[in-house]
């Protein structure tokens, strides 16, 4: 029960970034790698942060470097006539060297003696039924929190024009709205999701690596494709839930690897076996039935 809870609050953790690409990816239709990148930013600001005494203040400081992260990646995509892909990698790299820089040129944070968010929400809980679950509870708030944006905003008439730009710029273009700044606009907000995701893992974690936010833009996609397949219709809360469904099923997997005494250098493997088969799946189940007609005249051609 224990590993099984420790992998329902990392997934709605980590559910924070797939809800970033939910945005960015799904609505606006711009694939962007600089996932990784800013994961980490969030992760490393929000340390610096709370490390200095300020663990609420901390959250908002994350997600406004995922602001600026976004803004960037944006602004060479938009406005300086780079690829999407290109201009997600050139970011990506980019901050490695600024994450250094902010955890002063070091590439570890030890967070243990650090008041975090959790550490207070364990504080209010102290002496109650739920004083356990504390960590689960600041979870469940972040994402129902970042749901309700999501849901709210994307009705506004900014979040329609945001979702016209995903499904077709030019028709956007031709409304007089400017597809760049709703992009720009797009990626800032994902961008600010994935750094909470970032910082809220940090102080869980109670540490910081540079290498924390590796692979994350892996892990993203295969829950958002996860949960798509379980709830990729409807209206936008439910397809927001699930998303965070499938960034759960995936940490479950995870938990069930692990306990399969699986090596944690494996994991990664794992991670690009999900997205193999969570994108590949639908195209072949859509070709089974070609498949089969096939196999059905080639053997019972044979018989004959």
């Known amino acids: 029960m224990g590993l099984f809870q420790t992998s329902v609050e990392l997934g709605l953790i980590s559910s924070l970034t797939v809800l970033a690409l939910f945005l960015s990816y799904s609505m606006l239709n711009v694939c962007d790698l600089s996932t990784d990148g800013c994961f980490t930013l969030g992760a490393t600001v929000g340390a610096v942060v709370a490390i200095a005494g300020h663990p609420y203040l901390s959250l908002g400081a994350a997600m406004l470097a995922g602001v600026v992260s976004g803004f960037i990646t944006a602004l060479l995509q938009t406005k300086m006539g780079i690829d999407s892909l290109l201009a997600g990698i050139i970011v990506n790299t980019g901050l490695y060297s600024i994450n250094i820089a902010i955890m002063g040129n070091s590439s570890l944070l030890n967070m243990n003696k650090t008041k975090t968010v959790f550490a207070e929400a364990a504080r209010l809980l102290r002496g109650t039924p739920l004083e356990r679950q504390f960590k689960l509870i600041v979870a469940i ?78 892990i993203a996609l295969a829950s958002l494709l996860i949960g798509g397949a379980f709830l990729g ?47 590949s799946g639908p195209y072949l189940k859509s070709r089974y039935p070609m498949l089969k007609r096939r196999l059905d005249h080639r053997f019972g051609k044979g018989e004959a």
Do not use: E, W
Not at 239 to 246: E, M, N, P, T
């Open 141 to 218: 708030a972040a994402v129902a929190l970042v749901i309700l944006f999501l849901s709210l905003f994307l009705k506004t008439k900014l979040g329609l024009a945001i979702r016209a730009t995903g499904n077709n710029p030019d028709m956007v273009r031709s409304s007089s709205i400017n597809p760049a700044f709703t992009t720009i606009v797009g990626l800032c907000i994902a961008n600010s999701f994935t750094a909470l995701s970032g910082c809220l893992l940090a102080q869980s974690q109670k540490s910081v690596n540079i290498d924390i936010g590796t692979g994350m833009v892996t």
């Open 233 to 279: 219709k409807g209206k936008i809360p439910l397809r927001a839930v699930g998303v965070v469904l499938g960034s759960i099923i995936f940490r479950l997997v995870y938990a069930v690897a692990l306990r399969f005494h699986m090596p944690a250098s494996m994991l990664k493997l794992v991670s690009s076996v999900i997205v193999i088969i969570a994108i």
